[in-house]
């Protein structure tokens, strides 16, 4: 299909800070969507969100647009087309010649871009563009006869009724993806330069996600044994994270500041790494502690894509997925494994909700053979 209206980067003349909006194909502004996406500034979402949510809206206006559907009088019946339309119609070709296999969108991958939809939907309601009655039947009261763990339902169960979306697929809940020590291993050693075996090494070590990572500065570096003398009370060597906006659009999702330890193999990255920035004279006035060394701009701020194209050569290298996230399971799966408290772990990763420490409880691979191999040999004994 081709799309009449498309996500573009914007950057702003005053602050060269970064927005996004949609556009058509004379390079006018989709209004309302471009409204959209400056809510979501607003409302302190992460540019990483941001960009993910206009893709999605120009997506629905495309289609909107091709099937003739009016996009802000579009009813059940049309977002029902649309969210079969997203599983059934072929993805584009990633390179320049045809496609060897036809490549489809996961019914996960529609449920998330219909849930950008209907916020959007639902933000125009607010705003007058959309009719109140299409905002309202998006989703329908349902009682929780299952609570999930942590969830409170108030002294009189009053929150055990909740709005719930009426359209999406039904989908399999996938467990989260980690890598093993031996692949974090294999991840450091396929770095070529000082900068990035420290980016791997620190996010394996500390949990923290990319966006953190990339918004550290330099006075968050506590990495000594005592830091008094920054006027810090954290003994030994740690890292501080902490939500703020950042020249190169990174931003913690927690609004809680934290500090992390840091192993001495960190420290010990970190040192070699401070060593290979010093050769570039552009990264001396840089505050961000991870900036780029090898192609311009030299010395600004690390960005999201660089480190997306970083970890793309490093799997493409190792053979196997690798993910910046990735690296954060595995942080949290091996803390839950080594029986760190789950208080603890879940302060180090930054979640606001004891609920979020649920998905690194399952049982190892290794705990299921343990398992079936114990009750086998208990009944060959008996017999």
Same mark, same amino acid.
Not at 38 to 66: D, I, K
Not at 104 to 125: D, H, I, P
Not at 204 to 231: F, K, N, Q, V
Not at 309 to 323: I, M, P, Q, S, Y
């Given at each position: ?220 570096? $506590?990495? +000594?044994? &005592? =830091?008094? %003398? ?5 003994? *030994?060597?740690?890292?501080? !994270? ?82 910046? $996230?990735? +690296?954060? &399971? =595995?942080? %949290? ?5 080594? *029986?760190?408290?789950?208080? !603890? ?39």
């Amino acid at each position: 299909m081709i799309g009449k209206y498309r996500a573009e980067r914007a950057l702003s003349p005053v602050d060269e800070s970064v927005a996004w909006v949609v556009v058509d194909e004379a390079f006018a502004l989709h209004m309302e969507a471009s409204s959209f996406l400056a809510e979501l500034r607003s409302a302190g979402r992460s540019p990483n969100t941001e960009r993910v949510y206009a893709g999605r809206v120009a997506l629905y206006l495309c289609w909107c647009a091709e099937h003739g559907v009016d996009w802000s009088q579009a009813g059940m019946l049309d977002l029902g087309r649309f969210l079969r339309w997203l599983v059934a119609e072929p993805l584009p070709s990633r390179g320049r010649g045809p496609a060897l296999e036809a490549r489809y969108r996961r019914e996960s991958t529609a449920n998330a871009v219909m849930t950008t939809v209907c916020e959007f939907l639902r933000f125009g309601a607010r705003n007058g563009w959309v009719p109140t009655e299409i905002s309202a039947s998006l989703s329908e009261p349902r009682h929780l006869s299952y609570l999930p763990a942590g969830y409170d339902p108030g002294e009189d169960g009053q929150f055990r009724t909740v709005r719930a979306r009426n359209l999406k697929y039904a989908v399999a809940v996938e467990g989260y993806e980690w890598l093993t020590y031996e692949q974090v291993d294999l991840l450091v050693a396929a770095t070529r330069r000082a900068r990035d075996r420290f980016l791997v090494g620190m996010l394996s070590c500390t949990g923290m996600r990319i966006g953190e990572a990339l918004g550290l500065r330099r006075e968050d570096m $506590h990495l +000594l044994s &005592h =830091s008094g %003398a920054l006027g810090c009370q954290v003994t *030994g060597p740690h890292v501080h !994270v902490r939500r703020r906006r950042n020249p190169n659009g990174a931003l913690a999702k927690s609004r809680v500041s934290r500090s992390i330890p840091v192993t001495e193999e960190v420290v010990a990255l970190y040192a070699d790494y401070l060593h290979e920035r010093g050769g570039v004279r552009e990264a001396e006035d840089c505050e961000m502690v991870f900036v780029n060394l090898f192609r311009g701009p030299l010395g600004r701020a690390m960005t999201y894509a660089s480190a997306k194209d970083l970890f793309d050569r490093l799997a493409r290298k190792v053979g196997f997925t690798a993910r910046p $996230h990735m +690296l954060r &399971h =595995s942080a %949290a799966t091996r803390w839950v494994r080594a *029986g760190v408290d789950r208080d !603890v772990v879940q302060t180090l990763m930054g979640h606001a909700s004891a609920s979020s420490m649920d998905p690194y409880l399952h049982a190892s691979d290794t705990d299921l053979r343990d398992a079936v191999e114990r009750v086998g040999a208990a009944q060959g004994a008996r017999r």
